[in-house]
DNA sequence: GTTTCGTCACACAT
DNA sequence: CATGTGTGACGAAA
């Protein structure tokens, strides 16, 4: 056990300080961010790609709309990659500089002191001999070697693998993905979803099975996250394991959301279940260096210090069970690997775990971008233990981070106002007709159409509906459903929902328990008639007119709210519709409900739910008059929420509630979008796109 | 190739 | 509801 080293002391220490004012000048007076090739932001931002989408509601435009529908799941086999003039650029040995043959990583068996004046002592041979072993100069690298050199045409490696068959190991080859086309980036987000999808549906269908097996709370200690992992391990479809990629992960956006470290490591974003710092380690770099790619900024080191835009980070070790620091850190894994990273002008990633209250979980992870590490040094904690320090400062022209928007979001569901002095228009155009408010913001234009419609939280069916359907069945459940309860047979033995409301797998119709059943409205078979559970805002968007927005973090497979309207039959559609009025037909959703819990992937024999069966939708909705939030949400081929039907207030499948649920985690303040379905004359068309 | 080790998880108990 | 603690699975290193 060292003795305690005073704080203020060691910034007293002539060696220490005069080497850390060193670093710093060295950063101020040669502009290293200059010299660095500046990163273009190569993943096209959400909102941007809904750019040129219509707004929903005006159905005419809808109808002309002429875009493919996601490739991934509109044919039944895989397509081919259809990336072009992507590249991967392997770093090759050239781009990095020059070393000694024979140095090795320092791994000074003297790094533990517990001597004060020895600290100094440390720190300087252990930096000193880390960078000049390398053949550089200690303060000043070669400006030269930051550059990232381009490689040749014949190097460039294809990007086709990236789904693999089979579990593979991870790989040691570093490469950059640049030059991504906007359907390369289509391709690769709708990779990263699906990824994603079978992710979730994994971990709660493993969880709801154990649940079945031995009753709810038996369940011990089951981690579902590490059984959906381990599963897609084995299958191969883990992402991004053959390369190490260096920079942005094709396909995640600066501000997606992940609740597991898992699931970091299964889009690739983060390799490392538990450490912090993920990088590829000497014995596998091509020049024998360490290599760091991404670190995750967690809160678990008191030494951290993050104001967004630029963090000091501590490096990892040296800790004990207690996350207290009891001994001095080395120079070596991780920490070396960021310290090379500098040198180098290597870009991390960095994602932040945010603690957050009222989740599935107690964290929540958001990847923030990329930051260039810019200084680095050896300093002695808040413990007194040698700890090492390095300065990120990130990129700029990037989009906004997903922390910041967490944070500003939080403070405008407390305080719109105060957040927003100008733009917001009602506080809640439901007039209390909905269980929590619908803002409406609009600083762009003078329009305020949604204040002029009447809001109609609940679909209005013809009494025709009720009547023609058994109406009066409901289960005898007193307390809670179980999964031999009534309804829950009438969706096939199962209940659609877990125990947090999550829509565990997309169905051709879900039954609710309804004011037939004796069970309470608090009953687990009740989640889309109990209103909304985020706070939605529709505002007003240069692009597509209106859009919908969540102050509220939205988790995949939670319901958002009903797509509501007044139903009208076939032959009194056909007569409004002359008019030009304003329908939206259920039957011509997209089927994006088959996605959710879709496993084709895991299991061979996996069929698409057919039961309950429903017949085909002959009613359109009439938005034109009443309406709520739902119909001013933006239409994508690549959607982040779904339509399920549900039925709960009769029993008639002719005439289902529309039913909205969230295919992903949902940042607050992300545009909420719909895949409305292209009409029927473009399926040719979309069928030469795809093949 | 195999084993050991450390880790800014997670879930549940208290 | 914060803190404690047990089980865990990965990649890296030996």
């Given at each position: 056990m060292g003795s305690l080293i005073p704080f203020q002391d060691l910034n007293l220490l002539p060696e220490s300080s005069s080497l850390a004012?060193?670093?710093?000048?060295?950063?101020?007076?040669?502009?290293?961010?200059?010299?660095?090739?500046?990163?273009?932001?190569?993943?096209?931002?959400?909102?941007?790609?809904?750019?040129?989408?219509?707004?929903?509601?005006?159905?005419?435009?809808?109808?002309?709309?002429?875009?493919?529908?996601?490739?991934?799941?509109?044919?039944?086999?895989?397509?081919?990659?259809?990336?072009?003039?992507?590249?991967?650029?392997?770093?090759?040995?050239?781009?990095?500089?020059?070393?000694?043959?024979?140095?090795?990583?320092?791994?000074?068996?003297?790094?533990?002191?517990?001597?004060?004046?020895?600290?100094?002592?440390?720190?300087?041979?252990?930096?000193?001999?880390?960078?000049?072993?390398?053949?550089?100069?200690?303060?000043?690298?070669?400006?030269?070697?930051?550059a990232i050199v381009p490689v040749p045409e014949e190097n460039q490696v294809s990007a086709a693998v990236i789904v693999a068959r089979k579990r593979i190991p991870r790989s040691s080859e570093l490469v950059r993905v640049t030059n991504l086309g906007v359907e390369d980036e289509r391709y690769f987000r709708s990779v990263v979803r699906r990824t994603r999808m079978i992710f979730d549906a994994l971990r709660v269908l493993s969880t709801a099975e154990e649940e079945k097996k031995h009753g709810v709370g038996n369940v011990k200690r089951l981690r579902g996250d590490l059984r959906a992992s381990s599963v897609m391990r084995d299958r191969g479809l883990w992402l991004n394991r053959d390369k190490r990629i260096v920079g942005s992960i094709p396909g995640v956006y600066i501000g997606d959301l992940f609740f597991f470290r898992m699931e970091l490591c299964v889009v690739g974003l983060h390799g490392q279940v538990q450490a912090g710092i993920d990088y590829v380690p000497a014995s596998q770099s091509s020049n024998g260096e360490p290599i760091a790619t991404s670190v995750i900024v967690s809160g678990g080191y008191e030494d951290d210090e993050d104001a967004g835009d630029v963090i000091i980070y501590t490096g990892h070790g040296g800790q004990d069970k207690f996350n207290k620091q009891c001994v001095h850190q080395k120079l070596e894994g991780g920490n070396l690997a960021l310290e090379r990273s500098m040198h180098y002008g290597i870009e991390v990633r960095v994602i932040r775990g945010i603690k957050f209250p009222g989740s599935i979980t107690t964290k929540v992870y958001v990847y923030d971008g990329l930051y260039r590490i810019m200084d680095c040094w050896f300093d002695v904690g808040k413990s007194g233990f040698g700890v090492y320090k390095y300065k990120l400062v990130r990129i700029e022209g990037q989009a906004e981070m997903g922390s910041s928007i967490l944070r500003f979001a939080a403070a405008l569901r407390a305080k719109p106002l105060t957040m927003r002095p100008v733009g917001y228009l009602s506080l809640d155009i439901s007039l209390q007709k909905e269980s929590l408010p619908v803002l409406l913001f609009n600083d762009i234009d003078s329009e305020q159409e949604p204040l002029y419609y009447d809001y109609l939280p609940r679909t209005v069916f013809p009494p025709f509906a009720f009547h023609q359907s058994g109406n009066g069945t409901g289960c005898e459940c007193t307390t809670s459903c179980a999964d031999d309860c009534f309804c829950a047979m009438k969706n096939g033995g199962e209940f659609a929902y877990d125990h947090n409301g999550i829509l565990l797998r997309g169905k051709p119709v879900v039954f609710e328990c309804g004011p037939f059943c004796r069970c309470p409205p608090q009953c687990r078979n009740r989640v889309s008639q109990n209103g909304l559970k985020s706070r939605l805002e529709v505002f007003r968007s240069r692009e597509t007119g209106w859009g919908v927005r969540s102050l509220d973090l939205i988790h995949a497979g939670a319901f958002i709210c009903e797509y509501a309207g007044v139903v009208l039959t076939r032959e009194q559609a056909h007569i409004i519709s002359m008019n030009g009025d304003n329908l939206v037909y259920p039957h011509r959703f997209s089927d994006r409900w088959a996605e959710w819990g879709e496993l084709s992937q895991i299991y061979s024999d996996y069929v698409r739910p057919s039961y309950p069966p429903m017949p085909p939708l002959d009613f359109a909705i009439d938005v034109s008059k009443m309406r709520n939030v739902a119909c001013y949400m933006t239409h994508s081929s690549t959607p982040n929420v779904l339509v399920q039907f549900v039925l709960y207030d009769h029993n008639n499948l002719m005439f289902p509630h529309l039913m909205l649920f969230a295919m992903e985690n949902i940042p607050p303040l992300r545009e909420l979008s719909l895949d409305y379905g292209v009409a029927e004359e473009w399926t040719p068309k979309q069928l030469s796109i795809c093949n």
């Open positions: 004012t060193m670093a710093a000048s060295t950063s101020t007076t040669t502009p290293i961010a200059m010299k660095i090739p500046k990163l273009e932001p190569k993943l096209e931002p959400f909102e941007e790609a809904l750019e040129t989408t219509p707004p929903p509601h005006n159905l005419q435009q809808l109808r002309e709309l002429e875009e493919p529908q996601d490739p991934f799941f509109s044919t039944p086999n895989p397509i081919p990659n259809p990336i072009s003039n992507s590249q991967l650029t392997p770093f090759t040995d050239q781009t990095l500089t020059p070393l000694s043959q024979n140095s090795t990583i320092s791994t000074d068996e003297n790094n533990v002191y517990s001597e004060f004046h020895r600290i100094s002592e440390l720190f300087k041979t252990a930096f000193a001999k880390g960078l000049q072993q390398y053949g550089g100069d200690v303060l000043v690298p070669d400006p030269d070697a930051r």
